[in-house]
DNA sequence: CGAAGCTCTGAATCGTGGTTCACTTCTTCA
DNA sequence: TGAAGAAGTGAACCACGATTCAGAGCTTCG
């Protein structure tokens, strides 16, 4: 038995796993998707294209895990401000949504990929596993609002999607050109609009 | 000179053009935009390869000549909705969404297709075309609402590309596979959902 | 050391599907 | 009718970028 990879051994590769992985992410972090293909990533991985087929099945499932790994981050965030206890819903909501504004405004390349740009089929899936994150995570707290009597009931699901949608959708816009300015009050905006639309118990329905 | 086309030769070959057209457009609905291939849309079309690009200089104009077609068609329902006067913003906004939630719904695979479904470049620019549109009759309510006192002075170009984002992302799941029962729920819940985030005047800015 | 098994290399390969173009067919009109 | 020009044809072509693989270079241990 002349030879058994050793720890070290394991550790190096699983550092050039990493290298590769970071290097996918910092590549469409910086010019999207449309600019991030396997000779550019093994570039700036510095290793050759077959070691990124040594790690990964294809390209699909490499860009699968980057998008993971970059929608946890994200998503970790908010999860993390909407779960504060000792808070509303609506507070709640409204730091949930001021959270997501500010970090897809601070990085828009990446959020823009996260969000919208059009990807493989294998990283389509990671991308919707994260939209799903984002809506459970509003529908914990609307369940929540509705178990708590400050929401009337109704379909949280359905409501915590609309949600996520209206962000993504006011934001891409302004994920191109945004100054400094008019981030403030883009995310004053989005931060009411998603506090108003919360079907609070106090209040008359409409139709 | 002895050849001019006369003006029978030119209907023929407008009718050959809008055979193409609606071939691409048939193939996006029943299959999604990955099943539109040139060669597949030339079958369906009745005609050769090349007669496709005798009449479009690439596949990404004829497909966004397409998207073209389906999104006026589609905006045409909702503008006009939304612009039924004698009723205040709130019932147009409402009714705009129905239609919205309606159309989207009698015809999946197209609105996904049209809203969220990866396409070329080229397409995508009618596609922004398409959700700008939708944001702008939306918009224009809004700001009718502004002007009546009904709402409170907003961003109502944000918050209307909100309305839109809500309703695609609601959407984008039940378009697979809703049956008729949901969906008369779900267009309840988009429809008060979108009624309510509307800012409206008599009520208390919470922020 | 040296055999064995591993990782890394990158030029060559390959598959896909959009695009071309030499040719045929049709239309017009002197 | 026949010359000229346009529309239509579809097999061949080609660009592009993901994927492969035979060999070079390490690492381990008897």
Do not use: W
Request: charged share 25%.
């Amino acid at each position: 038995m002349p030879y058994r990879p050793t720890e070290r051994t394991e550790a190096r590769r699983a550092a050039t796993r990493e290298r590769i992985v970071a290097a996918a992410l910092e590549q469409v972090a910086g010019g999207g998707y449309a600019s991030a293909g396997v000779q550019t990533v093994a570039a700036r991985a510095g290793v050759a294209v077959g070691t990124v087929y040594r790690h990964f099945p294809s390209k699909g499932d490499l860009f699968a895990e980057a998008f993971r790994r970059a929608s946890q981050r994200e998503l970790d965030v908010v999860v993390q401000v909407s779960q504060a206890d000792g808070r509303d819903a609506r507070e709640r909501v409204a730091a949930a949504v001021e959270a997501f504004c500010r970090r897809a405004l601070a990085g828009p390349v990446l959020a823009y990929a996260l969000i919208a740009e059009p990807v493989d089929p294998a990283v389509e899936s990671a991308r919707l596993r994260l939209r799903a994150g984002y809506r459970d995570a509003f529908a914990r707290v609307l369940d929540d609002g509705v178990r708590d009597g400050e929401l009337r009931p109704h379909d949280t699901r359905t409501v915590a999607a609309a949600l996520v949608g209206a962000l993504g959708e006011a934001l891409v816009g302004p994920l191109s050109a945004a100054n400094g300015n008019s981030k403030e009050a883009l995310i004053v905006t989005l931060v009411q609009f998603c506090e108003e639309a919360l079907p609070r118990a106090h209040e008359r329905v409409h139709a």
